[in-house]
C-alpha cells in the first residue's frame, strides 16, 4: 500500500468521491478547484493506492504558501471539516501510515487532515472547536427544536418573513451584498467576491447547493449560502443587514431549510464550525436539536504543529475594519485570505 498524489479532476479520484458514502461538499473536486482558483493554492488530491492500484483511501489538498514562504499541505482550507475518505476494506491506520509516509519524505513534510484521528507517532490530533450536526427525519414534524426557537421561528413568521431557495447570480449577489456589512460589523474582511462568482457557477448553478433568502414585501433581511452533496447539506455563510431591525429572519432561514432538506430526502445538516469559546453560538446549534462533536483537526508530521491560529483581526484592527468603508473589508480580503489557510 502506498500513497501519491493526482489531479483533483483524475478520473479516477472523481469516481472514488462520487462511489464513497462518507463524502460530502468539500470532498467535491469543483470545491477545490473553486478555492485554488479563487486564492492561488495548488490543488491535489493525495490518495492511498492497493497493490492493483485502486484508490483505497484519500482526501483532497491544498498546497499553501506561508507569509514568510514555506509552504505545507492542507486538507482541506476554508473547509470547518474534511474526513480521511477510507474504503471498507481499508483500516484508517493503514491508510494514515501510508499517507505519513508520502508526507515526511515530501518537500513540505506536513499535512494538516480537518478530522480527527488516533494519536501516534508522527500523528498530532489538536482540538480547534466544535462540529454540530442534525439527524435529518423524512418528515419535518419529526423535527424538534427548543420552545424558544420556536417561539423565535414564529415571530418571523408573524413579521411577514418569507424565506426562499434560489441558485441564481442574483440570488448570490444578493447575499454577497449583506455578507459584506456583516462581516465589516464583525470587523474581519470579506472573501472576495469573484471566490463567490465561483461557488455560483461551479456549484450552485450545478444543483450542489443554493442561496436561502429571508425577506419581507421583497427587501432582503438576511441570506445564508449551503452546498448539497451526497445527502449531506453544509450550512456554510449566514449574513444579514445590519441595518435593517432584527425579525428573527435566520431562525427562520434555519427552520425552512431543514424542512426543505427532509423533504429532498437528505440525511444530515451539518451546521459547521463553532470556535473555542463561542458559547453563544454553540448554543444556538445545540437548540435546533443537533448533536455536537469536538471538532478535531490532525496534523501529519515529525514533530507538534506549531500554533499558526489562521486569520487572526486584533482590537485595533476591528475597529479600523468597522469603521471603514465596505470596499475595505473587501480589499483587505483580496490581499489576506490567501495567507489565511
Not at 454540530?132 to 427525519?137: A, G, N, V
Request: proline share 7%.
Amino acid at each position: 500500500m502506498r500513497a501519491d498524489t493526482v489531479g483533483l479532476d483524475d478520473p479516477r479520484w472523481r469516481e472514488f468521491v462520487a462511489n464513497h458514502p462518507d463524502a460530502g461538499p468539500f470532498h467535491m473536486p469543483e470545491w477545490g478547484q473553486l478555492l485554488a482558483d479563487s486564492y492561488g493554492f495548488e490543488p491535489f488530491a493525495l490518495t492511498v493506492r492497493a497493490t492493483d492500484g485502486e484508490i483505497v483511501a484519500g482526501v483532497p489538498a491544498m498546497s499553501v504558501r506561508s507569509l514568510l514562504g514555506g509552504r505545507r499541505w492542507v486538507s482541506l482550507p476554508f473547509s470547518d471539516s474534511c474526513e480521511l475518505l477510507v474504503r471498507p476494506d481499508t483500516t484508517v491506520g493503514e491508510a494514515v501510515e501510508a499517507l505519513k509516509e508520502q508526507v515526511v519524505a515530501s518537500p513540505v513534510g506536513e499535512l494538516e487532515i480537518r478530522t480527527g484521528l488516533p494519536a501516534a507517532a508522527g500523528v498530532f490530533p489538536v482540538n480547534v472547536g466544535y462540529v454540530h450536526t442534525l439527524d435529518l427525519p423524512s418528515d419535518p414534524a419529526d423535527l424538534h427544536p427548543n420552545k424558544g426557537h420556536r417561539n423565535r421561528r414564529n415571530h418571523a413568521v408573524r413579521c411577514g418573513v418569507d424565506v426562499t431557495h434560489g441558485r441564481s447570480r442574483e440570488d448570490v449577489a444578493r447575499f454577497y451584498e449583506m455578507h459584506t456589512l456583516t462581516r465589516r460589523r464583525h470587523g474581519v474582511p470579506v472573501q472576495p467576491r469573484h471566490f463567490f462568482e465561483l461557488i455560483w457557477e461551479r456549484l450552485l448553478s450545478r444543483g450542489h447547493g443554493f442561496v436561502a433568502t429571508a425577506s419581507i414585501d421583497g427587501e432582503a433581511y438576511a441570506a445564508a449560502v449551503y452546498l448539497e452533496h451526497n445527502g449531506t447539506i453544509t450550512a456554510k455563510y449566514h449574513a444579514s443587514d445590519p441595518r435593517l431591525p432584527d425579525k428573527a429572519a435566520g431562525y427562520l432561514i434555519d427552520w425552512e431549510t431543514m424542512v426543505y432538506a427532509c423533504k429532498a430526502g437528505h440525511h444530515t445538516l451539518d451546521m459547521g464550525r463553532s470556535d473555542l469559546g463561542a458559547d453563544g453560538l454553540r448554543l444556538y446549534k445545540s437548540s435546533w436539536g443537533a448533536k455536537e462533536l469536538p471538532l478535531v483537526y490532525t496534523h501529519l508530521a515529525d514533530h507538534p504543529p506549531s500554533d499558526r491560529g489562521g486569520l487572526k483581526v486584533g482590537g485595533l484592527s476591528r475597529q479600523i475594519v468597522r469603521n471603514s468603508p465596505p470596499w475595505v473589508c473587501r480589499m483587505l480580503g483580496e490581499v489576506l485570505y490567501r495567507w489565511a489557510a
